[in-house]
């Protein structure tokens, strides 16, 4: 689903409000087929905000976004996707490894996506979120 709205009424999002509401729908969508996502997703932002500086808000399309200081470490949907940018050269060596896509809607740039789908995928999303702090932050974080 969240594709086909993405690629036939993504113009929607331009409606104020209105990306945030079917954000909400997804989110109500994962707790109904599946629940333990939300867990998840509470795991890692309370991962993440015990970074630095890193501070967790809303997405302006919806999701529960990252930032460290100002700039966007990367965002999470409510159906678990996880949106973020890197280096194009780090992308180029996840995407040989297979785990992660290219952006669906960023494509060839440094944007990717990641969904999570079980438990383990919960510790990779951290790695990666981990990956685009030290980008931003300049150094290794090892807490």
């Given at each position: 689903?969240?594709?086909?709205?993405?690629?036939?009424?993504?113009?929607?999002?331009?409606?104020?409000?209105?990306?945030?509401?079917?954000?909400?729908?997804?989110?109500?969508?994962?707790?109904?087929?599946?629940p333990?996502?939300?867990?998840?997703?509470?795991?890692?932002?309370?991962?993440?905000?015990?970074?630095?500086?890193?501070?967790?808000?809303?997405?302006?399309?919806?999701?529960?976004?990252?930032?460290?200081?100002?700039?966007?470490?990367?965002?999470?949907?409510?159906?678990?996707?996880?949106?973020?940018?890197?280096?194009?050269?780090?992308?180029?060596?996840?995407?040989?490894?297979?785990?992660?896509?290219?952006?669906?809607?960023?494509?060839?740039?440094?944007?990717?996506s990641?969904?999570?789908?079980?438990?383990?995928?919960?510790?990779?999303?951290?790695?990666?979120?981990?990956?685009?702090?030290?980008?931003?932050d300049?150094?290794?974080?090892?807490?």
């Amino acid at each position: 689903m969240f594709l086909f709205v993405r690629k036939y009424l993504g113009f929607l999002k331009f409606i104020p409000g209105l990306a945030i509401v079917f954000d909400g729908l997804l989110k109500l969508g994962s707790f109904v087929t599946k629940p333990v996502l939300l867990d998840w997703m509470d795991k890692i932002e309370a991962a993440v905000i015990t970074w630095p500086q890193a501070i967790a808000t809303t997405h302006k399309y919806g999701g529960l976004q990252f930032n460290y200081i100002n700039a966007e470490i990367g965002h999470i949907h409510g159906n678990g996707l996880l949106d973020m940018p890197l280096s194009r050269k780090v992308k180029a060596e996840l995407m040989a490894d297979g785990r992660i896509e290219d952006h669906h809607t960023f494509k060839n740039t440094g944007w990717i996506s990641f969904y999570i789908r079980n438990y383990d995928d919960v510790t990779y999303a951290l790695d990666l979120l981990r990956l685009g702090y030290e980008r931003l932050d300049g150094k290794n974080i090892d807490n």
